[in-house]
């Protein structure tokens, strides 16, 4: 049974209890850096569970660290939901509660449940003990309430410095969950918060806050990662000793994908040291580069569909996110002709001046994409790679006498090659069949069919042929620096590429199929001279075979 299904189960068996009227699910982002595809899979549980059950979804900005967290991670956060197609029934920050977080505190200090510790964070560190061993207690953990209360206030007064004192749960030093040996709850931190500035000098702890927001909002299920797992005892603990709404936390694995890191400090790492060229770098996994890459909303949902929701981490192979979008880019995606690396085609016996107009689908998988025009001329340009003057067995494009079809066009046969003084191929001349044009009745036969562009008409683009950004399969296992395990081909960039004109009108968030090369969209840096277009992914899996060859 996945965990999937074990999450749906306790929601319908809560709901025909009569426990909950209504499922609230949270998604709980902290704004110190820009959402990947691992929190996509999140975010598709937490809304879907809800969704499917009639629920509502809150987003609550996890804000309790000023020292991190920027505005601008807050707004790419709201991007990215509605980006994925998501709508959130609240907006919350955690700092909403700062307030009432503060009087839970004060409550705990007049259970006898928290005290204020002068001990430094190498002292706490060393007095937690180990998994085998038990803690020490503190000297300071048996201070009376009063003195407990007088001083937590001026910590919330601002009288004493940065890492004089903290306020600490006071549990059991002698639990086999680390996480329960006196956790602290409160530090003291002189740092301008993005939303309440400096009205606040001490701020909770994640354990602390967690819990307590949750119930604050009525969350009935709140949907972890399986690491939090430990922290439950703690997060079920403040709860019963707050007497407060009894939200209840779950936990599911997540997400690991190959050939990726996921780990938010592995990633502002290939940030600063230029690894990539921003959070939104088209080979990042995060949501603002996959969308500047040409990933789709649809394609991401699909995936986490897929991958379902386990209990135990795993490495899901980064190929099956690639599949998810070729899928659907096949559908979608308008079918165009670029030229890569252009070696001039000239048709000896085509008139001189002519030129005609082709028409082509737009895409074969949907008839409704209806059909274009594109110019054809004496003059083309075809792939270097398409023409080989002595080619190997099993070669079966452009060679000299040999016969290929032009893409929606004609027939052609190479008839001589033109070289420079050095010995280069600098043009083909090749003889075209009048009588072969697409859609006539011809009955020649062909064995390969190239794509091309008119010469005169050719529209001069910037490609940028993006891959996998690492070249080992588990970068985040190795020891290796992050910087060594870069794929070098993860960009590789073509500086002047040759599309047909229909591409200098571009649109930034169409979705286009270069025949033959793969899945490609408009980059926002374009300008009106100069198209710049990001490969999304290619038409098949090259990884795989070099995997299958290994």
């Given at each position: 049974m ?32 820009y ?21 509502i979804?809150?987003?609550?900005f ?31 920050y ?55 209360l007088e001083?937590?206030r ?18 059991d030093?002698?639990?086999?969950n ?39 909002e ?29 939200s ?41 580069g ?23 981490d ?33 048709l ?6 002519q ?10 998988e ?17 792939e ?93 296992a ?7 395990l870069?794929?070098?081909n993860?960009?590789?960039v ?34 009106p ?20 060859e290994?």
């Amino acid at each position: 049974m996945s965990a999937k299904n074990f999450l749906e189960e306790i929601i319908e068996a809560d709901l025909k209890s009569g426990k909950y009227q209504r499922i609230v699910t949270r998604f709980p982002p902290e704004p110190n850096g820009y959402l990947h595809i691992g929190h996509a899979k999140s975010i598709h549980l937490n809304f879907g569970l809800a969704d499917k059950y009639g629920g509502i979804t809150n987003l609550r900005f996890d804000d309790t660290n000023p020292t991190t967290e920027e505005t601008e991670y807050v707004e790419s956060i709201k991007r990215d939901i509605r980006w994925l197609g998501y709508e959130w029934e609240n907006e919350f920050y955690a700092s909403d509660y700062f307030e009432k977080l503060y009087e839970f505190a004060e409550r705990l200090i007049r259970k006898g449940l928290a005290y204020v510790d002068h001990s430094s964070s190498e002292e706490i560190a060393a007095m937690k003990g180990t998994p085998t061993t038990p803690g020490m207690e503190s000297p300071y953990r048996n201070r009376t309430v009063e003195e407990n209360l007088e001083l937590f206030r001026k910590m919330r007064a601002g009288v004493f410095p940065e890492g004089a004192c903290v306020l600490r749960a006071k549990i059991d030093m002698a639990s086999p969950n680390m996480h329960m040996r006196d956790p602290v709850m409160y530090r003291i931190k002189y740092e301008s918060h993005h939303r309440t500035g400096n009205t606040w000098c001490i701020y909770p702890m994640y354990d602390f806050a967690h819990g307590q927001c949750d119930s604050l909002e009525g969350i009935t299920h709140s949907i972890c990662t399986m690491e939090f797992e430990v922290h439950r005892p703690l997060y079920e603990w403040f709860i019963e000793k707050l007497e407060i709404f009894p939200s209840r936390q779950y936990e599911f694995a997540r997400l690991n994908l190959s050939y990726t890191v996921l780990s938010k400090r592995k990633l502002l790492q290939l940030v600063q040291e230029g690894h990539v060229s921003g959070w939104d770098d088209p080979r990042m996994p995060t949501l603002a580069g996959l969308r500047r890459r040409g990933y789709t909303p649809e394609a991401i949902r699909e995936f986490c569909e897929r991958i379902g929701v386990a209990r135990r981490d795993n490495l899901v192979d980064v190929g099956l996110l690639e599949f998810c979008i070729r899928e659907d880019l096949n559908r979608r995606a308008l079918r165009r002709m670029v030229v890569l690396s252009p070696l001039k085609l000239i048709l000896t016996n085509y008139p001189e001046g002519q030129v005609e107009w082709l028409p082509v689908e737009n895409n074969p998988e949907d008839p409704a994409a209806g059909t274009r025009e594109i110019p054809f001329s004496r003059e083309l340009f075809i792939e270097q790679e398409d023409f080989m003057e002595e080619p190997p067995k099993g070669f079966l494009r452009l060679a000299p006498g040999r016969t290929v079809r032009l893409k929606s066009a004609y027939v052609i046969r190479c008839d001589d090659v033109v070289k420079d003084d050095r010995g280069n191929i600098i043009a083909i001349k090749a003889s075209y069949f009048p009588e072969t044009r697409s859609g006539s009745d011809s009955t020649v036969k062909v064995k390969s069919t190239l794509h091309w562009v008119s010469a005169a008409h050719a529209v001069p683009v910037r490609v940028m042929l993006y891959d996998r950004l690492f070249k080992v399969e588990n970068p985040a296992a190795s020891e290796e620096p992050l910087g060594s395990l870069i794929n070098p081909n993860s960009l590789l960039v073509v500086e002047r590429a040759m599309a047909e004109p229909d591409l200098r009108t571009a649109s930034l968030g169409v979705h286009y199929q270069f025949l033959r090369k793969g899945y490609f969209v408009l980059d926002p840096s374009s300008t009106p001279d100069l198209p710049v277009f990001n490969r999304t992914v290619t038409l098949k899996d090259h990884w795989a075979a070099k995997t299958s060859e290994h």
